[in-house]
C-alpha cells in the first residue's frame, strides 16, 4: 500500500534545520504562550537568501526542490529562484498558494503552507485537488510585518485541531531578503493558478518546474509588493508536463494564460496599483500569470509555448 504524501510531516523535517542552526540562516526562534514555535526570517530577524530558500521550501510542503542562482533577462543579470515538483498540484495549490487571510489585531497575515491541507483553507481547493493531510504537527508560512499573537496561533490551531506545541510558523515580510525570495518562488503555482482558473484540471499536470527573479531589497512595502508582482509577469517562465486528450484545447490554454494578454499588461506593476487607486479589484484578474508558459503533452510528446520575457518593463520595475 502507498503511504499519502504528508505535506506537513515533510515540511516539519524540513524546518528542523532553521532549529538546529538559527545563526546559519539569520533567524530568530521563540515560542508563543502556549508553546508554538515561531520561526522569524526577516520581522526583527535578518534573514536572507538561504532562509528564503528553505522558506519557499516550506511553504511547498516539502514536496518540491528550491534551487537559488543567477540568470540573465536581456542585458541584465538578477539572483533567482527555480521551483521543481514531481506533486504540482498538492505543492503548489494544496499547499504554497495563499489562501487563507488570518486577521490579528489591526493586522491580516496571509497564510500559506502546509497547515492548509489539514484546516482545509479554502475547502474548494482540495476537493479540487482531491487531497487531504493528516499529521499530527502541523506548519504554517506567514507573510506579515509583525510577530504572531497568541490570538493568531489560537486561531490555527483551532481550525487545524493541532495542538500548540505541535505548531510551527514561520514569518517573513513582503520586504524582507527571505519574503522577496518566496514570494518571487511561487512563479509556478501563479501559472498553474491561472491554468485552473481557464478550465484545466490540475490534475492532470505531473510534473512542473519554472523560475522567476528575486526582487532587489528596499524598505518599501508597497514597492516591494509591486516588484514580486513584476518578476513573475514579465520575467517568470514556467514548464509544465501534463496528461492531456484535447490539443486544441490545450492549445488554446496556454494561448490564453500568459500575463501578456491582460490590458493592464506592459507597465510596472506598482504604476498599474497607483493608476486603479491601490485597489486590486480594479486590475486585471487576467494579469496575474507568468510572462512564459509551456506546456509538454506526455500523451502525444507534443510542447506548446505561449508568452515572452519582458526585460525593458523588467529593468524598469526593478530600479535599473
Known amino acids: 500500500m502507498v503511504r499519502a504524501l504528508s505535506v506537513n510531516?515533510?515540511?516539519w523535517q524540513k524546518a528542523q534545520k532553521f532549529l538546529n542552526n538559527p545563526e546559519l540562516y539569520g533567524v530568530i526562534i521563540s515560542k508563543s504562550s502556549t508553546g508554538a514555535t515561531i520561526i522569524d526570517a526577516g520581522v526583527k530577524a535578518s534573514g536572507g537568501f538561504a532562509a528564503g530558500k528553505l522558506l519557499t521550501e516550506l511553504c511547498l510542503g516539502g514536496a518540491a526542490k528550491v534551487q537559488l542562482d543567477l540568470k540573465n533577462y536581456g542585458d541584465i543579470?538578477?539572483?533567482s529562484i527555480t521551483v521543481t515538483s514531481d506533486h504540482?498540484?498538492?505543492a503548489m495549490l494544496g499547499s504554497q498558494f495563499a489562501g487563507w487571510r488570518i486577521k490579528d489585531g489591526d493586522n491580516i497575515a496571509i497564510g500559506s503552507g502546509p497547515v492548509r491541507a489539514i484546516a482545509l483553507k479554502p475547502k474548494e481547493t482540495y476537493e479540487e485537488i482531491a487531497y487531504t493531510d493528516q499529521s499530527d504537527k502541523a506548519v504554517i508560512v506567514l507573510e506579515s510585518n509583525v510577530l504572531p499573537s497568541?490570538?493568531?496561533?489560537?486561531?490555527?490551531?483551532?481550525?487545524?485541531?493541532?495542538?500548540?506545541?505541535?505548531l510551527m510558523i514561520a514569518v517573513a515580510p513582503t520586504a524582507s531578503v527571505a519574503g522577496l525570495t518566496q514570494v518571487a518562488g511561487r512563479v509556478v503555482e501563479v501559472g498553474i493558478h491561472k491554468l485552473?482558473?481557464?478550465?484545466?484540471?490540475?490534475?492532470?499536470?505531473?510534473?512542473?518546474?519554472?523560475?522567476a527573479p528575486i526582487p532587489p531589497v528596499g524598505p518599501d512595502f508597497e514597492v516591494a509588493m509591486a516588484r514580486t508582482n513584476d518578476v513573475i509577469l514579465?520575467?517568470?517562465?514556467?514548464?509544465?508536463?501534463?496528461?492531456?486528450?484535447?490539443?486544441?484545447?490545450?492549445?488554446?490554454?496556454?494561448?490564453?494564460?500568459?500575463?501578456?494578454?491582460?490590458?493592464?499588461?506592459?507597465?510596472?506593476?506598482?504604476q498599474i496599483f497607483l493608476d486603479a487607486d491601490k485597489d486590486?479589484?480594479?486590475?486585471?484578474?487576467?494579469?496575474?500569470?507568468?510572462?512564459?508558459?509551456?506546456?509538454?503533452?506526455?500523451?502525444?510528446?507534443?510542447?506548446?509555448?505561449?508568452?515572452?520575457?519582458?526585460?525593458?518593463?523588467?529593468?524598469?520595475?526593478?530600479?535599473?
Do not use: W
Not at 485552473?196 to 523560475?211: C, E, F, M, N, S
Open 9 to 11: 510531516q515533510l515540511a
Open 77 to 79: 543579470t538578477f539572483p
Open 88 to 90: 504540482p498540484a498538492v
Open 150 to 166: 497568541d490570538v493568531l496561533v489560537e486561531k490555527v490551531c483551532k481550525a487545524s485541531n493541532i495542538e500548540a506545541p505541535n
Open 196 to 211: 485552473h482558473t481557464l478550465g484545466l484540471d490540475p490534475k492532470v499536470i505531473r510534473y512542473a518546474t519554472g523560475y
Open 234 to 270: 514579465y520575467g517568470g517562465t514556467v514548464y509544465l508536463t501534463v496528461d492531456y486528450d484535447d490539443e486544441i484545447k490545450l492549445q488554446q490554454l496556454v494561448n490564453d494564460a500568459p500575463s501578456l494578454n491582460s490590458k493592464d499588461y506592459g507597465k510596472p506593476f506598482l
Open 280 to 320: 486590486f479589484y480594479k486590475i486585471d484578474g487576467g494579469l496575474f500569470a507568468p510572462a512564459l508558459l509551456m506546456i509538454n503533452n506526455a500523451k502525444t510528446g507534443k510542447t506548446f509555448k505561449a508568452g515572452k520575457i519582458n526585460p525593458q518593463v523588467l529593468a524598469q520595475a526593478l530600479g535599473f
